[in-house]
């Protein structure tokens, strides 16, 4: 038995913990917000927060989770008032949206730890998101814009 | 929640909206002629649309928009979403003639039913960078004669004569300014018939079209409720892995799968004509049980094929003069005796669209009925390769498109392999099944865009100015063996237009230009990809202009 909580709420899995805690949301919890793109690290789709740290849930076994707290897109916000996500829509930065869960939970880790991120600071925090429609310029801008800088951002 | 999908709570919603809104439907819909829309799905702006459904009646004149009692515009949209915004532009074409008020705007993805076909592919796709222009006038249309009717049922009510009336943001106005909603005037507007044709409007009045607008499905992209079809759920659904041959062509010859049986999680193990498919609760376990397969295959002939080899061969073709696509002048004449002669060759590789989502198929197989649930963007293709397997006639077999993490050619294969190997999994399953390929079985599963050679030689005289070009580009046709090869007329053309289209139309004015086509066969499977031919004739063109 693996026990830990998801947005706030307890699961108590009988899994095999190494299975790849991606895994573990998506089928036995049911949350498929969180993405399935590459399973080896390389394009973020996955990301989620353990005790507030972005991890490729991808290649994290379930057992890293044990007795933490673990946020997934779905417990960003219940609402879509998470200010990142205010500013994806604000900037329209979603196209197929596959890639958009990770480059949220990437985001918002960066926006805790460095609440007035410099354009090189986003493409730092953000270089490991794969976005295949190429939203990037929109990412940047929607992040200036969460943390304020609304004029700052988009295309170089 | 949008998409034609839902969790299985959600489903059972679903199946009870949809009967209460059907029997309101037919109730309001009666005389309506041709307008009856059965078959709809769900789809949404991101509110709860078993609910959203539900509650209101709707006035459903045509195939692609419905009205609700509650104002609600929900347009139907025959084109898949995989990041180009249709499901935003396409109602933007019907919300314009239709004067409604866009913030009560939403989509649902259209069922397959030949009234969704393609205007000019005579089949329901997405592709070729076609959807709004040839939506335009389809989608205008629609909310013209929606308009058209409300405007008469409120005419009616006021007894005033219909021209007298105008509409804005989803009401209609009479000279007194009196106001009916559309909603308030949906059940009037269900009892009268469609109009054939109505008038559209000047583009110089238009309030949407041409304008910025928000997407409509951003907000179910920012808080994971987007349905990708990876992420369709059914009630008692398992997950399958497929073992797939490792080279293309290659054969199970027996397969031992004694340690993989007695996996955690797996159901069963079976032999599918791609390969030995997994069946198990949950993806990882049906992952870890395939990766535990020990195949014996029968690799065929494509065993010793390499890519060098094949690029070897390419270059000894490009030597010799291939089938003319474009002769003007006389480009052999000038490169023979110019001044100075430049040569060059540019080769491009085998490339996998790589979709950030995987390719999968959902599907529920019955006895008498299939559905499927998957991003596609060929559902008129996936449903009868589909229904050839599953041994069913067309009708029997419903698509629910999904949100598709990427597209770019690849969900609209021409046999549907992706669709098709999900029938054979389900037919061994016995219960619903989704097939989840992994990201190496996407990238390694073929279809690629094609690898091309480009020789090219150009002439320049004296006063340095280009006088002769010769292009011969060589490489497989995505075309031949496809619903398209009529169309693109392969047989008549002797070679395939979308392998040389940025080449044989160059823009530049170079008196003498020769263009040819080698026509390679070669047994790696090949398909169309983004931009198509210009992905690489581009490049070649123009390195070689530089």
């Given at each position: ?7 706030k ?17 998506r ?44 946020t997934?897109?779905e ?13 994806w ?36 925090a ?31 | ?24 439907f ?81 989509f ?7 009234k ?38 409120a ?94 062509g290659?054969?199970?010859r ?195 865009r ?27 046709s ?12 392969l ?33 790696v ?17 123009e390195?070689f202009?530089?």
């Amino acid at each position: 038995m693996i026990e830990f909580s998801v947005n706030k709420t307890r699961a108590n899995l009988d899994v095999d913990p190494s299975t790849p805690l991606l895994w573990v949301i998506r089928d036995h919890l049911g949350l498929t917000g969180t993405k399935y793109g590459c399973g080896i690290a390389q394009c973020g789709a996955c990301t989620v927060h353990i005790d507030g740290q972005a991890v490729r849930s991808c290649v994290a076994p379930v057992s890293r989770a044990a007795g933490k707290e673990v946020t997934t897109i779905e417990g960003l916000s219940p609402d879509l008032s998470q200010p990142l996500q205010r500013a994806w829509i604000e900037e329209d930065v979603p196209q197929c949206g596959y890639c958009q869960s990770g480059q949220l939970m990437s985001a918002a880790v960066l926006l805790r730890e460095k609440p007035q991120p410099t354009d090189d600071d986003i493409d730092k925090a953000m270089t490991g998101n794969i976005c295949r429609c190429g939203t990037y310029p929109r990412i940047r801008k929607a992040i200036h814009r969460a943390s304020g800088n609304v004029a700052k951002g988009g295309a170089r | 929640m949008s998409g034609a999908n839902a969790s299985p709570t959600e489903r059972s919603h679903q199946k009870m909206s949809r009967a209460i809104h059907r029997r309101e439907f037919l109730k309001v819909s009666i005389g309506a002629g041709g307008g009856l829309l059965l078959g709809f799905r769900l789809g949404g702006t991101g509110e709860t649309l078993a609910m959203q459904n539900g509650s209101a009646a709707s006035f459903a004149p045509n195939a692609f928009v419905r009205i609700g009692t509650d104002e609600r515009v929900t347009v139907i949209v025959n084109h898949s979403e995989m990041g180009q915004g249709v499901y935003t532009s396409l109602p933007m074409l019907l919300a314009e003639e239709l004067d409604a008020d866009w913030n009560k705007v939403g989509f649902e993805s259209a069922p397959v039913d030949a009234k969704y076909n393609h205007p000019v592919f005579g089949m329901q796709m997405t592709g070729g960078s076609s959807s709004v222009w040839s939506g335009f006038e389809q989608f205008r249309q629609a909310g013209a004669a929606a308009r058209a009717m409300l405007v008469a049922a409120a005419a009616q009510q006021w007894n005033v004569e219909p021209s007298k009336c105008r509409t804005d943001s989803g009401a209609v106005f009479d000279p007194s300014n009196r106001k009916l909603t559309y909603g308030q005037l949906a059940e009037a507007a269900a009892k009268l018939t469609p109009p054939a044709q109505v008038p559209l409007k000047d583009p110089k009045t238009f309030k949407l079209i041409g304008k910025p607008a928000k997407r409509l499905d951003t907000s179910d992209k920012v808080n994971g409720k987007a349905v990708f079809g990876i992420d369709v759920k059914m009630p008692r659904m398992l997950i399958a892995v497929v073992a797939r041959a490792p080279i293309f062509g290659a054969k199970v010859r027996a397969f031992d799968d004694s340690r993989a049986r007695s996996m955690s999680g797996v159901h069963r193990i079976v032999a599918v004509p791609s390969g030995v498919a997994v069946i198990a609760d949950s993806f990882w376990q049906a992952k870890m049980a395939r990766d535990a397969l020990h195949i014996d295959w029968d690799e065929g002939t494509m065993s010793s094929f390499n890519t060098n080899e094949m690029m070897r061969q390419f270059r000894e073709q490009a030597k010799l003069a291939g089938k003319s696509v474009r002769r003007d002048g006389d480009a052999d004449a000038t490169l023979a005796k110019a001044a100075k002669r430049l040569e060059a060759v540019y080769e491009v590789p085998y490339l996998s669209h790589a979709m950030m989502e995987p390719l999968n198929c959902a599907l529920d197989l019955r006895s008498d009925s299939c559905e499927i649930w998957t991003g596609t963007q060929f559902q008129t293709v996936d449903r009868a390769n589909a229904a050839k397997i599953a041994g069913l006639p067309d009708e029997k077999v419903q698509i629910h498109t999904t949100f598709l993490g990427g597209g770019f050619g690849r969900r609209a294969n021409p046999q549907s392999d992706f669709v098709v190997e999900a029938v054979h999994v389900a037919k061994a399953a016995g219960v619903p099944v989704k097939v989840v390929w992994t990201r190496e079985d996407d990238m390694q599963g073929g279809w690629y865009r094609p690898a091309f050679l480009h020789a090219i030689a150009g002439a320049i005289d004296a006063n340095g100015k280009a006088v002769a070009w010769r292009s011969r580009i060589v490489g497989q046709s995505i075309m031949a063996g496809t619903p398209f090869e009529g169309m693109a007329d392969l047989k008549g053309k002797g070679y395939d237009p979308s392998s040389v289209e940025g080449a044989d139309d160059l823009p530049y004015e170079i008196p003498n230009l020769a263009v040819e086509s080698h026509q390679m066969e070669v047994r790696v499977p090949v398909q169309w990809w983004r931009s198509v031919g210009h992905s690489h004739t581009a490049f070649a063109t123009e390195c070689f202009i530089d």
